[in-house]
């Protein structure tokens, strides 16, 4: 399959089956950003009896990883949680960074999605659950397209201000130093925007995730999440690709944000809901720049 035959048959439009064969025709580097949320073990059997759980889920999900690897001329992305039962983590989002890490594949230090878990969870001895990971890859070196600064905001402090040797509270900041143990030149400069960091703050919930239509899936994540990556990691007029596309929320970002994309789901239920969220999406586009 050629570029020009690939975007006129999946580019835009939402597509029933697994992403794994879905996917095997495509040409290397077809998108630009892959950003997803699989199956979390099997915590939910989204009616057609999903069972997968431990090291068969890390192998599952592995083999579909790397295929969104092959395809993905940038980052690969995936909000990814494991379950704890019998008081005991499976840890799955971990040890499939491990196989990742294993076979060669080029990880990123993994994003928190940060979200206040359910009030009462954690069990009569643990702690909420209050973040997922985010699994990041590439197929290395420097991303070819990235605005790590799209979702930042301004400096806390300008030149000058409170941070230099202590803190506004009184606490020493040390000097950085070079390996020699000298202390080294600051001249700092701040940039327009700072970076966002690696934990993002989402709030979930009713009211709050985008679309009412979100959840008619069984675990929907905010559209916020997905608008993050997508303005940070894909380029304007870019391929976005959800794998496990849901309730569309990864395309509905995408469209919002003047982003192509691509949705594949094995559940033709979904499907259906993923296009009623897109006819959603392009109507408040409609408004917005009427």
Known sequence: ??????????????????????????PDGSVDLVFCSPPYEDARTYGIDFKMKGQAWVDWAMRRFVECLRVSKGLVAWVIEGKTRQFRYTATPILLMADLHRAGVHLRKPPAFQRVGIPGSGGPDWLRNDYEFIVCATNGGKLPWSDNTACGTEPKWP???????????GSRITKPRGKDGKLLEQGYRPPKLANPGNVIHCNAGGGVMGSRLCHENEAPFPEKLADFFIKSFCPPGGIVLDPFTGSGTTCAAAEKARRKWVGIDIRQSQVELSNKRLREARQGQKALWE
């Open 1 to 26: 399959m050629t570029t020009q035959e690939f975007e006129t048959e999946f580019v835009n439009k939402i597509i029933c089956g697994d992403c794994l064969d879905v996917m095997k025709d495509w």
């Open 159 to 169: 030149v000058g201000g409170t941070p230099s040797h202590r803190t506004k509270g």
